[in-house]
Nanobody, 125 residues
Framework: QVQLVESGGGLVQAGGSLRLSCAAS????????MGWFRQAPGKEREFVAA????????YYADSVKGRFTISRDNAKNTVYLQMNKLKPEDTAAYYC??????????????????WGQGTQVTVSS
């Protein structure tokens, strides 16, 4: 399995931006579908975005579409989540995840087998 470490979280005002990074170990990173999930206090973990191995196909939750962008750099074993126009409801712990499954539009956390420890994003109003 691949080991994942997220970074880039923090406190930002509504309307601001943050970029999350997820560094992966191992030489097979480019074969994984990568995803971002988030979990707010008292809520279930939810899908945010996912990207296939070639960086050509992506899917987003409706709540972040048009504001967030997922991308990856296979040479650096890193996946990113650029978050713009942040809202207080985006406040959550954000988790990076990896799977060998082919990217689909209906991926859930059960499809992913490797997870990072999470990074906190707090958006103030």
């Amino acid at each position: 399995q691949v080991q994942l470490v997220e970074s880039g979280g923090g406190l930002v005002q509504a309307g601001g931006s943050l970029r999350l990074s997820c560094a992966a170990s191992g030489r097979t990173f480019s074969t994984y579908t990568m995803g971002w999930f988030r979990q707010a206090p008292g809520k279930e973990r939810e899908f945010v975005a996912a990207i296939n191995w070639s960086n050509r196909n992506t899917y987003y939750a409706d709540s972040v579409k048009g504001r967030f962008t997922i991308s990856r750099d296979n040479a650096k074993n890193t996946v990113y989540l650029q978050m713009n126009k942040l809202k207080p409801e985006d406040t959550a712990a954000y988790y990076c995840a990896a799977t060998r499954r082919i990217l689909t539009a209906t991926m859930t956390q059960n499809n992913f087998g490797s997870w990072g420890q999470g990074t906190q994003v707090t958006v103030s109003s």
